[in-house]
């Protein structure tokens, strides 16, 4: 993990709310249907001024720390707000300092071992301590780069 200065971005796409609880129950699991929505072919054709061909993944909301619930938005991200297409929101990711991980290999493990790592370093009292404001997964060709607010 480094510290990086992450610029502004905002991303338009498709939310859920939840806990990391339910995602590790699959009856009660949402951002699988909600990846599986917006990895769709053409998901994000339709938005006009995308940035670039990654999808994004925001998590924000967040009512304390990794226990309690948060929003996630996967999108795409955009040079300007357009008129949102039914169903989608558009969220601003603030500019900060972050804590950067780089998440490669075989996906989902990959990224599920990066965020394990978070928790632990939340769990440690690691520093810098995280902002719980607004994390960002940018997920490309190579792999995914988290972004943790601190």
Known sequence: ???????????VGFAVRTTNADEMDPARAKLPALWQRAGAPGAFAHVPGRVDENLYAVLTDYESDHHGAYTQIVGTGVRTVPRLPEGMVAVRVPA???????ARGPMPQALLDSWQQV??????GGTPSRAFTTDLEVHHPDGVDLYIAV
């Open 119 to 124: 928790w632990k370093h939340t769990e440690s």
């Open 96 to 102: 900060g300092q972050a804590l950067r991980l780089e």
């Open 1 to 11: 993990m480094d510290i990086t200065e992450r610029a502004e971005l905002v991303v």
